[in-house]
């Protein structure tokens, strides 16, 4: 059974960074194309970034120039740099595979990010 684990959230001030790590059991990450998503309160979970297998990334516009999703392949893991955070990067944050237009595992317990003014 695959489990993904997100670790890496905390506290940090606007303008801070922060890194997200985001590790699998039962899967090899680096057969799929992996996502980054968030849930702020009160509002649905929603796309951040993706990295296909082969390395293409891409970033909702709200993140550019500001994160950047890479793979660590000996490690397991998916990684979002996230830097200049702002207080709207406030959410818990959660990775996933991409699959047709859905995700392919049942989602982690993610890792809260908050970012104070």
């Known amino acids: 059974q695959v489990q993904l684990v997100e670790s890496g959230g905390g506290l940090v001030r606007a303008g801070g960074s922060l890194r997200l790590s985001c590790a699998a059991s039962?899967?090899?990450?680096?057969?799929?194309?992996m996502a980054w998503y968030r849930q702020a309160p009160g509002k649905q979970r929603e796309f951040v970034a993706r990295?296909?297998?082969?390395?293409?990334?891409f970033y909702t516009n709200s993140v550019k120039g500001r994160f950047a999703i890479f793979r660590d392949n000996a490690k397991n893991t998916v990684d979002l740099q996230m830097n200049s955070l702002k207080r709207e990067d406030t959410a818990v944050y959660y990775c996933?595979?991409?699959?047709?237009?859905?995700?392919?595992?049942?989602w982690g317990q993610g890792t809260q990010v908050t970012v104070s003014s």
């Open positions: 996933n595979a991409m699959y047709d237009l859905g995700t392919k595992y049942n």
């Open positions: 039962g899967v090899n990450l680096s057969d799929n194309t």
């Open positions: 990295i296909s297998s082969s390395g293409w990334t």
